[in-house]
């Protein structure tokens, strides 16, 4: 059985920092793409970012380049999501999700198109 457990969100204020956490279970995480996802009040899901544990490539949608940094621990089974200088716009539910093979992405944005698993997402609120 696939699972996810994620964790890390919270209210925050502007200019603070939170770290998500992903961790996956019941599926080869080596063969998988592993990505970031958020989803705000009355929007489409938009990819934040993603990383092949395969090769380490990250991407990044250009709304949290140089304040968002996704890593891997593949001996955990566990992504993070780094969040810095977070702003209210980033607020939404944050989920992760696996694609098997490398990221899908159109430029360095993550699309979130063709997962094949997804968490049940966490709550990240910043205050302005």
């Known amino acids: 059985e696939v699972q996810f457990e994620e964790s890390g969100g919270g209210l925050v204020q502007a200019g603070g920092s939170l770290r998500l956490s992903c961790a996956a279970s019941?599926?080869?995480?080596?063969?998988?793409?592993i990505g970031w996802f958020r989803q705000a009040p009355g929007k489409e899901h938009e990819g934040v970012s993603c990383i092949s544990s395969s090769d380490g490539n990250t991407y990044y949608a250009d709304s949290v380049k140089g304040r968002f940094t996704i890593s891997s621990d593949n001996a955990k089974n566990t992504v993070y999501l780094q969040m810095n200088s977070l702003k209210p716009e980033d607020t939404a539910v944050y989920y992760c999700a696996a694609v098997l093979g490398p990221c899908l992405v159109a430029g360095t944005r993550p699309l979130p198109y063709d997962y094949d698993y997804w968490g049940q997402g966490t709550q990240v609120t910043v205050s302005s």
């Open positions: 019941g599926f080869t995480f080596d063969d998988y793409a």
